[in-house]
């Protein structure tokens, strides 16, 4: 074997594999995935000199390694001494450093869309290299004329399909979505899948995958406003209400809290809205039997309460106006619909966008509570995001009851505050005394989730528009203090006593 021009390291793998080629000894694990980083982290491993218009076939690590992965991968007892796949994955980082032309010249079609039904790490492997290359034209050519996606589409959507298989399959859907290549028009939502995806819609063992795939298409659909089978993202009433799968109703209440954010991001395509619009209102239904009906109550609600959120922080016209029906027509921030008590309602309370209530529905919420009583103290925090209920706030935020605060509460307050202008304001000129004992002057705080609320809120101050006055410079010292530590010079020098009768 001419090893001339190889390096120590890949001599030593290359022997290894060798080996067990001619004697089905067991694979060294470790010592493939030792040299499998070192050619991650080194590229003249395989390009020692770097040729860009030599032949990958002429590469002298090429010539002597694939040959011998190659036979080992069809060896009758492979996964009996592979047990790990750890020559899959030394191939994987090996054809990672090669082009999709480079890798057909190595490998037939047949081989990659047959190793797309074989081995869960093969599949993985050749999913992630097709994705490496997706902004190929010859990778684009391989989905358009070839059965490489019908191949890598009907795996996805068998019931028994390992997760890291799974995981490669979306990962390469997002990516072509990323890319707005052609495919997912021309392949993923042409007619032609169209049996696959009605066969996975109408199949319960796979609809919650399907739901997930359609989620991951969707910044394409809404984008270009394609038009989608309304029965591919709308679920029947008797989906959710007559199935006793508690965990996939609370799948099927995520994608729609999933949707709409990607409404929100991507598009308001009216359509989809309008369409998902009577399964909105069925889980606001739903939402109001909480208080009698303990499944509700324990697994549903709060994801519920997600999905308002997501549509009362939405800038989508259509949105805007369901939100309207949520607060009006269904009443559900009257006070004899909240039940307090509930983690759901004091959720609700303290997510939805208080910009997108009435204020004086708020007005009447915070007169029925205590608002710094640490069950409901989160509500207080939420409410300050609307100018117009922090302003009817501004009497109950005395200094002598946020001093009372625990450290936790009243940083998470004052960071709070630190969010917006306004309310940046009144800190700043309205409560001095706040500002000077817990900003300015703050006492020593070991905690770090504490540390990280007061560091947090100084940097909000800094780096506002809002004038910090007199408070600027000794806001800023503690910031940088907090950031960079104190100066060795400036630290005066103490000696602990152990034992104070030695004082």
Request: net charge negative; aromatic share 10%; hydrophobic share 40%.
């Amino acid at each position: 074997m001419d090893y001339n021009g190889i390096d120590s390291s890949s001599v030593k793998t290359h022997v290894h594999l060798n080996e067990i080629l001619n004697n089905d000894k067991v694979v060294n694990a470790t010592l493939i995935e030792n040299y499998i980083l070192q050619l991650k982290n080194n590229r003249s491993i395989i390009f020692p000199d770097e040729q860009p218009n030599g032949s990958i076939g002429s590469n002298k690590f090429i010539s002597l390694f694939i040959p011998t992965i190659n036979s080992l991968l069809n060896g009758e007892h492979y996964f009996e001494i592979d047990p790990e796949r750890v020559v899959i994955s030394l191939l994987d980082a090996i054809l990672a450093y090669l082009n999709i032309e480079e890798i057909l010249s190595l490998y037939p079609l047949d081989f990659i869309i047959n190793g797309l039904t074989g081995d869960s790490a093969i599949c993985c492997m050749i999913i992630r290299l097709l994705r490496n290359n997706a902004t190929s034209e010859t990778t684009v050519k391989l989905f358009d004329e070839t059965a490489i996606l019908d191949t890598i589409l009907s795996r996805y959507f068998e019931k028994n399909t390992t997760l890291n298989v799974v995981s490669q399959v979306e990962l390469l859907i997002s990516e072509l979505v990323d890319l707005s290549s052609t495919v997912v028009s021309t392949k993923l939502l042409s007619t032609e899948f169209r049996d696959l995806y009605e066969h996975a819609r109408d199949n319960e063992d796979k609809l919650v995958k399907f739901l997930d795939y359609i989620l991951l298409l969707m910044p394409y659909i809404l984008e270009k406003q394609f038009d989608l089978p309304k029965n591919y993202y709308v679920l029947s009433y008797s989906e959710f209400y007559e199935n006793d799968d508690v965990l996939q109703v609370v799948l099927f209440i995520q994608f729609y809290s999933k949707l709409i954010q990607r409404i929100n991001t991507f598009g308001n395509d009216t359509n989809i809205i309008h369409n998902i619009k009577p399964c909105l209102k069925d889980l606001i239904s739903y939402f109001k039997t909480r208080q009698n009906d303990d499944i509700v109550q324990s697994f549903y609600a709060n994801d519920i309460v997600d999905v308002l959120f997501h549509v009362s922080y939405s800038k989508v016209p259509e949105l805007l106006t369901f939100n309207e029906e949520v607060v009006g027509q269904y009443e559900l921030f009257k006070s004899y619909n909240l039940f307090l008590h509930l983690d759901c309602d004091i959720k609700l309370l303290s997510t939805f966008n208080p910009r997108a209530l009435p204020l004086e529905i708020i007005e009447d919420i915070l007169q029925e509570i205590s608002i710094f009583n640490q069950k409901y103290f989160s509500i207080l925090l939420n409410c300050i995001g609307s100018e117009n209920v922090f302003n009817k706030l501004i009497p109950r935020l005395t200094t002598s009851v946020i001093g009372k605060l625990s450290f936790d509460m009243l940083y998470s307050l004052l960071l709070r505050m630190s969010e917006f202008e306004y309310s940046r304001k009144h800190l700043i000129n309205g409560m001095p005394n706040i500002v000077s004992d817990y900003l300015a002057n703050p006492p020593n705080v070991s905690e770090s989730e504490i540390w990280n609320l007061k560091k947090d809120t100084l940097q909000n101050l800094l780096f506002s528009n809002t004038d910090l006055n007199v408070w600027h410079d000794p806001i800023s010292k503690n910031f940088s203090l907090m950031c960079n530590g104190r100066k060795v010079q400036d630290i005066l020098p103490q000696v602990d006593i152990a034992d104070k009768s030695l004082q």
